[in-house]
C-alpha cells in the first residue's frame, strides 16, 4: 500500500509539471482581456476585464486562473481560490453580461510572489484551452525586502551542501515493479543523477536545477521544459524511499515514475 501511495504522489507531482508546460504552450487566441492593478504586495488589487464572444452570452463561462511554480489555483466568485487537483475545475462564474468584470481587492500576494494571472472563458474548461480563449493579464509583484535588523546577527557557520546526506547510491522501483541502481548528488540548487542503468528511459544523466517545493514537501528539481526531467527528494527523516524521478518525453506521453531507497 506504502509503495503505491508513494507512486501516485511522485506521479501526479510529474503530471503537474506536463500539464502547465502543455497549457502554456498552447496557441492563444487574441481575445479581449485586460487587468489594471494597484497597490501594494501585501493589499493588491486586480480588475481585470474580458469580453466574451457573443456566443457565450448565457452559456459560458467565466476562469481566473493562478499559475504559482508548479501549483495552479482557481478563483471562485463565492469560495475564493481553490488548489487544482485535477478535472473540471471550478469557474469564477457564468457569463452574464457582454463584458465582464473580476475584482479581487486588498489581496496579500507576498506568498504568491511572481505568479502568472490567467483570464478566459469557455462553456468549459478544455472549450477554453482548446480554442485558446485565455490570455495572461497580470504577473503578481515581488514581496518587499524585508527591512535590516538594527543589530547585526550572528554569522551562521558555512554549510557547503546542506544536502550532502542524500547523495550516493539508491535502488529505483517503476510502475512495473522493474528495479534499477542510479547514483545521484544532490545539493541545495541541484540534481544530478546518473540514469545509464534505467533502461526504459533514453537520458543517460538527469541534471536538473532547484524549482520548488512540492505540495507535500518534498523538494523539487526539473528542467521545465521537454523531455521533462523531475527529481522529487523527502527530506523527512527515516523516509523509506527519499528520492523519486519522473520522465516524460513530451505533453501527450505517459510520465515514467521511479521510487528510490538507499543502497
Not at 4 to 21: F, M, N
Not at 45 to 53: K, S
Not at 182 to 205: C, E, G, K
Request: charged share 10%; aromatic share 10%; hydrophobic share 35%.
Amino acid at each position: 500500500m506504502r509503495l503505491t501511495c508513494t507512486l501516485k504522489k511522485i506521479a501526479a507531482a510529474t503530471a503537474l509539471v506536463v500539464a502547465s508546460l502543455g497549457a502554456a504552450s498552447s496557441a492563444w487566441a487574441d481575445i479581449t482581456a485586460s487587468a489594471t492593478t494597484s497597490g501594494s504586495a501585501s493589499a493588491y488589487t486586480l480588475v481585470a476585464r474580458i469580453t466574451p464572444d457573443a456566443q457565450y452570452l448565457g452559456r459560458g463561462k467565466l476562469y481566473f486562473v493562478m499559475l504559482h511554480g508548479s501549483q495552479i489555483y482557481v478563483l471562485s466568485e463565492t469560495r475564493g481560490f481553490i488548489p487544482y487537483t485535477g478535472g473540471e475545475p471550478e469557474a469564477y462564474r457564468g457569463i452574464t453580461q457582454a463584458t465582464e468584470t473580476i475584482t479581487v481587492p486588498g489581496w496579500n500576494t507576498t506568498a504568491q510572489a511572481g505568479a502568472a494571472i490567467f483570464v478566459g472563458f469557455g462553456t468549459d474548461v478544455m472549450d477554453m484551452i482548446n480554442n485558446g480563449r485565455f490570455k495572461q493579464v497580470a504577473t503578481l509583484p515581488q514581496a518587499p525586502a524585508p527591512t535590516p535588523t538594527p543589530t547585526p546577527t550572528p554569522t551562521p557557520p558555512v554549510v557547503t551542501n546542506p544536502y550532502a546526506a542524500y547523495s550516493g547510491n539508491y535502488l529505483c522501483i517503476s510502475e512495473t515493479g522493474s528495479s534499477y541502481t542510479v547514483s545521484a548528488t544532490i545539493t541545495a540548487t541541484q540534481a544530478v543523477v546518473d540514469t545509464s542503468r534505467i533502461l526504459t528511459i533514453p537520458d543517460y544523466t538527469f541534471n536538473v536545477p532547484y524549482s520548488n517545493i512540492g505540495t507535500t514537501g518534498d523538494r523539487i528539481y526539473t528542467n521545465n521544459a521537454f523531455p521533462l526531467r523531475l527529481v522529487s527528494v523527502d527530506t523527512t527523516a527515516g523516509a523509506r524511499y527519499p528520492l523519486a524521478l519522473g520522465y516524460a518525453s513530451n505533453g501527450s506521453s505517459t510520465p515514467r515514475v521511479f521510487i528510490c531507497s538507499r543502497r
